[in-house]
């Protein structure tokens, strides 16, 4: 297995859009540039998405999934890497319409129920095993 790639060198990013269908990417043109963003390289040590988005470069040669969907049960994730506390990533236009697109992808249905145990939470057991995370 190999280890996680990343650094806050602040270098160029590019977040292609390879699943130009999905609603999360509407109103987002084929790359979205981002003049210096945190690198996080392959391999990334999450569980192997049910789909991806978003595809990132960097201007050192890095690559990465950015864009990643995992279903669970009835919800959706979404997760998304581009942003860091010392960039302006989070202020671009085209980030906030990826975060909008999100949201409104990832809400539930007005009718959704969601099955609880005895004390009305929700169970706590891992879909996937977490092993790595230690």
Known sequence: MGALSYHAKGEKEKVWVINPGH?????I????????????GEPQLTPEPD???FLS????GDVCRSGNIFYRGR???????????????????EIHQVLRNAAKWM??????????????????????NLDHRL
């Not at 609603?23 to 109103?27: A, D, K, L, M, V």
Request: net charge negative; proline share 11%; glycine share 12%.
């Open 23 to 27: 609603p999360i990417t509407y109103g």
């Open 51 to 53: 789909q991806t988005i």
């Open 29 to 40: 043109n084929e790359c979205i540039e981002i003049p210096a963003d945190e690198m996080y």
């Open 75 to 93: 919800g959706k994730l979404f997760q998304f890497t581009p942003g860091h506390e010392t960039f302006p990533v989070l202020y671009q236009k």
């Open 107 to 128: 809400a539930p249905s007005p009718d959704m129920i969601i099955p609880t145990t005895g004390g009305g939470h929700l169970c706590g057991d891992a879909r996937e």
């Open 57 to 60: 470069w960097w201007e050192g």
